[in-house]
């Protein structure tokens, strides 16, 4: 008698999640044209900014687009060249080349793989809504505001071209949404000013398209002890903003597609991107937020295809079809952005009805963070000056929720105090003048069964309490801890006396 074993199953391979249907292919096809087309300008911009040639943001776009779309975390996120980054960059640039600007771009390359692998986004977690919300609506505006300077000093004929192409964005949908609004207007736009020979500013105006392919190659750099000083305080820089405006986005676009992305992956892919774009030579860069909503909110790609699409169509569009992309006119992609701009903004945040039912606290801290974002031009800056403001919110809060309530026996023998809330430097500095050291009998019971002690201040005032009882000849005995109160207790009690 034979007997067989049982086969088990050949390993299905899971299929791409472009690949799910024909719609959906088309659709992370056709946002990846869009998005190229909307890149190129913002690179060509960004590279002036920086002080370099169009080719080195081009080329970076293209990069760091190809790169994040296989070792990012979060899919149909755009990253490219990006105006954060160039600002912290271009004194380098101007002051030592572009040879230290391209190693600065490999460090903090380096540095954010680095801070990924460490953990740094889970730093995420303490970013409040009401600063998320700032950071969402400063975007919108920013986004709006950048638009501005191409509606000014321009031939009348830009004005009706960017009303048409906004809305040929608004009611296309309604005839068909197989192809997106956006590629729409901008087809619509440029056959109109070509055949009507119309005299408008274009992409090409922005600056000379390169036409040959990136080569990879060594910064141009002396590999020194000294030139690495330079360097580090820049990369540093670069790493950190880069890192922030990339995980803000993500999880700007996980709220928007009700889906989670792996923020560690996305920082430490972040640091390979540019890595790689610093061996193209390439100036660095991080997420887009106004090219993401174009590709996630404005098309409704949803798939890591998108994005690889977008950077490579925008490598055949600069070098292949240079000469038509640099007739299509800036309205047309002014249009696009100021609709993105509109859609981004969170209108319900700033409703009245909502202002009235929200704590003074909350708007405070997303009128601050978006201030202060405007004003600077900088998202990083204004998230970390946000996210400060609602600490210090959050503590004079929390502050006024300790309590002490005291009581003292019939027989006058003995006081009993209890403490109630939490116990940290805030909340602990008005602790010590609750208390009758004076009136109160020589045996005192403290009793912090409804408290928690958080950090050394609270430690620290609970000494200063019982030296106070002690100067007069009387006892002080704490109960009612709980077991991380009575550890942090039994560790630092009497060790924090000033000398």
């Given at each position: ?39 190129i300008?913002?690179?060509?911009s ?83 809504r009401?600063?998320?919300?700032g ?17 000014e ?45 119309i ?42 903003v ?15 597609t ?23 030579g ?10 993401t ?52 903004f ?7 009805k ?12 997303m009128a ?9 031009h ?11 403001t ?38 602990s ?9 004076a ?5 005192v ?55």
């Amino acid at each position: 008698m034979t007997s067989t074993l049982p086969v088990a199953p050949k390993p299905r391979l899971s299929r791409p999640d472009f690949l799910a249907s024909p719609k959906v292919f088309r659709t992370e096809v056709l946002a990846g044209l869009v998005v190229a087309l909307a890149l190129i300008p913002e690179a060509i911009s960004f590279s002036i900014i920086a002080g370099v040639d169009p080719a080195v943001g081009l080329f970076a776009s293209f990069t760091m687009a190809v790169v994040i779309s296989i070792v990012g975390g979060r899919k149909a996120m755009i990253s490219a060249a990006t105006g954060a980054i160039a600002l912290v960059i271009a004194p380098l640039n101007h002051e030592y080349g572009l040879g230290y600007l391209v190693g600065a771009v490999i460090l903090g390359g380096v540095f954010q793989v680095v801070l990924g692998a460490v953990g740094v986004a889970k730093l995420m977690r303490f970013v409040p809504r009401s600063v998320m919300v700032g950071f969402v609506n400063a975007l919108a505006i920013l986004i709006f505001l950048a638009q501005v300077p191409e509606l000014e000093n321009v031939p009348f004929a830009v004005y009706p071209l960017v009303i048409g192409g906004l809305a040929l964005m608004v009611f296309f949908p309604r005839l068909t949404k197989a192809v997106p609004a956006p590629l729409v207007s901008i087809v619509i736009l440029t056959l109109i000013t070509i055949g009507a020979g119309i005299a408008v500013p274009t992409v090409g105006d922005k600056g000379e398209l390169p036409s040959s392919l990136p080569v990879p190659g060594l910064p141009d750099m002396p590999l020194t002890l000294e030139a690495l000083g330079i360097i580090a305080p820049y990369a540093f820089a670069f790493a950190l903003v880069g890192l922030m405006e990339s995980l803000m986005t993500a999880k700007l676009v996980d709220d928007i597609t009700d889906t989670h992305s792996n923020k560690t992956r996305e920082s430490i892919g972040q640091g390979v991107a540019n890595i790689v774009t610093g061996f193209f030579g390439g100036m660095g860069g991080c997420a887009m937020i106004g090219q993401t909503m174009i590709n996630v909110k404005a098309s409704g790609a949803r798939t890591r295809l998108s994005t690889f699409l977008a950077g490579s169509f925008l490598l055949v569009l600069v070098v292949v079809t240079g000469p038509i992309v640099s007739d299509i006119p800036m309205a047309a992609l002014v249009a696009v952005m100021i609709l993105v701009s509109v859609a981004t903004f969170d209108w319900h945040s700033v409703q009245p009805k909502t202002l009235r039912k929200l704590p003074v606290s909350e708007t405070v801290v997303m009128a601050v963070t978006v201030a202060v974002v405007v004003a600077t031009h900088n998202l990083a800056i204004g998230v970390i000056v946000g996210v400060l403001t609602a600490m210090i919110a959050f503590a004079r809060r929390v502050a006024h929720l300790a309590e002490v309530s005291g009581v003292v026996d019939p027989d006058g023998k003995q006081a009993v105090y209890a403490v109630t809330g939490e116990l940290f430097f805030a909340s602990s500095n008005d602790l010590v003048y609750q208390f009758d050291y004076a009136g109160d009998p020589d045996d005192v019971v403290i009793d912090l069964s409804d408290a928690h002690i958080w950090d050394a201040s609270s430690v620290a005032a609970l000494d200063a309490i019982e030296t106070k009882y002690a100067a007069r000849g009387k006892k002080v005995t704490i109960i009612g801890l709980n077991q991380p109160s009575a550890e942090m207790h039994d560790k630092l009690a009497g060790e924090l006396a000033s000398h």
